[in-house]
C-alpha cells in the first residue's frame, strides 16, 4: 500500500487561495485511482474531488466546481489540490486518499478509497 503525506494546509483569508500536496510512496499515482476528501467539525467525510488512474478524468461536487483543481506529477509521485475563492465554508481538515487499479473509472465515496493520509487543517476566516 501506498502511504500518503498530505501538506499545504493552513489559515486563509475569504477570498484567497491554498495548494494542498500529497506525497505518495510505495505504489505510484499512475496506477492508482485518487480523491481529495474534506471533514468539518462535526459533519461527516466528503468527497472533494477525484481523477482516475489514467488522469484523463475528473470530478468536482457543485460546492467546489470553478474552484477547486485537482491535479498529479507522476514523476514526483505528488497530488494537488488548487483551491481558490476559498470561502469560510471551506474549512476542514483535508485528506487524500487512493485506489489501486488502472482504469477510467474515478471514485467519490469515502469506502472506495483503502489508503489515507493523515490530513491537513485547512481554516478560511471570514
Known amino acids: 500500500q501506498a502511504q500518503l503525506v498530505e501538506s499545504g494546509g493552513g489559515l486563509v483569508q475569504a477570498g484567497g487561495s491554498l495548494r494542498l500536496a500529497c506525497v505518495a510512496s510505495?505504489?505510484?499515482?499512475?496506477?492508482?485511482?485518487m480523491g481529495w476528501f474534506r471533514q468539518a467539525p462535526g459533519k461527516e467525510r466528503e468527497i472533494t474531488a477525484a481523477?482516475?488512474?489514467?488522469?484523463?478524468?475528473?470530478y468536482y461536487p457543485e460546492s467546489v466546481k470553478g474552484r477547486f483543481t485537482i491535479s498529479r506529477d507522476t514523476a514526483k509521485n505528488t497530488l494537488y489540490l488548487q483551491m481558490n475563492s476559498l470561502k469560510p465554508e471551506d474549512t476542514a481538515v483535508y485528506y487524500c486518499?487512493?485506489?489501486?487499479?488502472?482504469?477510467?473509472?474515478?471514485?467519490?465515496?469515502?469506502?472506495?478509497?483503502?489508503?489515507w493520509g493523515q490530513g491537513t487543517q485547512v481554516t478560511v476566516s471570514s
Open positions: 486518499a487512493t485506489r489501486f487499479g488502472r482504469s477510467n473509472a474515478y471514485y467519490t465515496r469515502e469506502g472506495d478509497y483503502p489508503n
Open positions: 510505495g505504489r505510484t499515482f499512475s496506477t492508482s485511482a
Open positions: 481523477m482516475s488512474s489514467y488522469g484523463t478524468i475528473t
